[in-house]
């Protein structure tokens, strides 16, 4: 077993074979176990890490990590002190998510993406939905220390445009706790908080910390989410089982493995990165995304539904050849449900243009 100290907290991970990065980050159920068979696919050709994310597995299990922006903290802390600039990354469910903000605030350390069964919902503006644009200073890796954790920012940087910016600087120090207070408003959001903590307002911190000691003391997120918030509908009122209940059948070889992960998932990470999940920030995060990508959903999947007709347009839009969305006949877990998986893993890894792929099930965009 492989571990590194981030920010204070234990961060897990296995690693097999040489050669190119891989990078496997696991969904919503399970941990970096499901990609055994995966890494034993790939490891004859490539050097494929497996992390388990803030929650799961066997890394730390710190509430106050369970955000998007603490999650992609993390993994850029992580491809660091593996000395990785450059990395392809195969990441599922919850992890495809973290995945594409990554490549949106570090855009320079993601080679290609695969994505497969990640949250991509309608938020119902997509026809007249602004173009986003990509982060004014996007991390590189060689400065990410200075990049996460200097306190100061420059004078001309907006509200917005800092990578991976949230109330909390400086590694967490332990002798400044207060300093780890997440902001109620911004939790899981990609648009960042201010950084410098002398500019916060007084009473909203103490607000926030009162929050967060109620949170504590209940054991449950007080958070309260937007009633439309399509992710957290799926969620709420799910635990680890009833979550691997809901997608995968008793029956099915991997459900005793992934059964063994419950007990090592906290329930909270689930619900608490949920809550502030935003379905247009979601699909903003790849709209800008200039890699390779492909976009794998399982059209059976129980969880998470086969985007719609209007978020493909969203996401191809201009770039056809380079965004390729593929929906497959199989539920929530294609790399266990889909025979052709590694076939079309080592394709989307090998070949460059990911647009001459021959896939029977590639969704293309229609003439108009």
């Known amino acids: 077993m492989s571990t590194v100290t981030l920010g204070g907290d234990l961060v897990h991970y296995e690693v097999l074979g040489r ?3 891989v990078l496997l980050l696991h969904g919503w159920v399970g941990s970096w176990r499901y990609w055994v068979p995966v890494m034993q ?6 050097r494929v ?7 799961f597995g066997d890394s730390a299990k710190n509430p106050r990590r369970y955000t998007l922006d603490e999650q992609v903290r993390m993994l850029v802390q992580f491809l660091q002190s593996i000395q990785q600039k450059k990395v392809a990354v195969v990441a599922h469910g919850l992890g495809a998510w973290v995945a594409a903000e990554l490549a949106r605030r570090a855009p320079d350390a993601v080679a290609r993406m695969m994505l497969i069964s990640s949250p991509l919902f309608d938020p119902g503006d997509l026809a007249n939905r602004p173009t986003p644009k990509p982060v004014t200073h996007p991390i590189r890796l060689e400065d990410a220390d200075k990049t996460i954790y200097n306190t100061e920012r420059p004078p001309t940087e907006e509200r917005g445009d800092a990578p991976l910016a949230s109330i909390g600087r400086g590694g967490y120090p332990e002798d400044a706790p ?3 207070v997440p902001d109620p408003d911004a939790l899981g959001s990609s648009d960042p908080t201010i950084p410098n903590a002398r500019l916060i307002n ?4 103490e607000e926030a910390a009162r929050a967060l000691a109620a949170m504590r003391a209940s054991d449950t997120t007080a958070l309260k989410p937007n009633e439309d918030n399509p992710l957290y509908k799926r969620l709420s009122g799910l635990d680890p089982a009833g979550l691997l209940n809901r997608t995968m059948k008793r029956t099915d070889v991997q459900y005793e493995k992934l059964m063994q992960d419950v007990s090592r998932t906290d329930a909270r990470v689930l619900i608490q990165m949920a809550t502030y999940y935003d379905a247009g920030a979601a699909l903003d995060a790849l709209r800008v995304a200039s890699m390779p990508t492909m976009i794998v959903h399982g059209a059976d999947d129980p969880l998470i539904d086969v985007p719609n007709e209007s978020v493909w347009n969203y996401l191809t839009n201009e770039k056809e050849d380079s965004c390729v969305p593929v929906p497959l006949s199989c539920g929530h877990f294609p790399m266990f449900e889909y ?3 590694p076939r079309l893993l080592g394709n989307f890894l090998d070949t460059a243009d990911i647009s001459n ?3 029977k099930e590639r969704w ?3 003439s108009r």
Do not use: N, Q, S
């Open 357 to 359: 792929i021959e896939i």
């Open 178 to 180: 207060d300093r780890r």
């Open 339 to 341: 025979d052709a998986f």
């Open 19 to 21: 050669g190119r990065t």
């Open 41 to 46: 696919t790939l490891h004859l050709k490539y």
């Open 49 to 55: 890490f497996a992390v388990d994310l803030f929650g």
């Open 202 to 205: 007084r009473a909203r911190l």
């Open 364 to 366: 293309r965009r229609r």
